[in-house]
């Protein structure tokens, strides 16, 4: 009965490493052309706890993989999130001259603070969760959602960001316009007064 547990358990951990771990660690990859270390060591441990328990035919060493997959993953979550909260940033960076409020009359960067807002109040949350060592992984695959929701919506919002885009261009033109022409003009009257 107890190596069907162990079996069991063992079949549980290749599933997670599979369907959870292993996909994250190619976004990772995709998205930052690297993964963390911390991740890597967590799956050490996880191989390193399965293959002792294989050889030394011990239950406890399962508990330990076990253990360890469950900050590998928590690890990939963090990681993620953090991954696509520097997207984020570098979005509001590389538009910090653009009017935003032009955005889909104004409902863009509305919208978009407060997806925001809800990825970083989840974020809080998971945080708090994981000092108190109470479970975080409902907390982080809402703190991931919410993440990828905000990335999400700026890719569906191209459109309206390229029209704020062009039209803060054009305002900020017509503003330089506006003053070389008042300079000249001043010019032309300092001219003809003297």
Request: charged share 30%; with cysteine.
């Amino acid at each position: 009965m107890q190596e069907k547990t162990s079996e069991k358990m063992e079949a549980e951990i290749y599933e997670q490493y599979q369907n959870i771990i292993a996909p994250y660690i190619a976004e990772l990859e995709v998205r930052d052309g690297e993964y963390p270390i911390e991740i890597l060591n967590e799956i050490r441990s996880i191989f390193t706890h399965l293959s002792r328990c294989k050889l030394q035919n011990n239950l406890n060493e399962i508990e330990s993989a076990n253990r360890h997959e469950k900050i590998a993953i928590l690890d990939c979550y963090k990681y993620i999130c953090i991954s696509i909260a520097q997207t984020i940033s570098e979005f509001r960076q590389y538009y910090i001259k653009v009017d935003l409020t032009l955005a889909d009359n104004g409902k863009f960067l509305a919208k978009l603070n407060d997806l925001e807002l809800i990825a970083k109040n989840a974020f809080k949350e998971a945080k708090k969760s994981e000092i108190k060592q109470e479970s975080v992984e409902a907390k982080y695959k809402l703190y991931e959602k919410a993440y990828n929701e905000v990335e999400k919506f700026i890719e569906d919002s191209n459109e309206a960001i390229l029209f704020a885009s062009s039209h803060s261009k054009k305002s900020n033109r017509i503003t330089i316009i506006s003053c070389i022409i008042t300079a000249i003009s001043i010019a032309v009257t300092v001219i003809a007064i003297l």
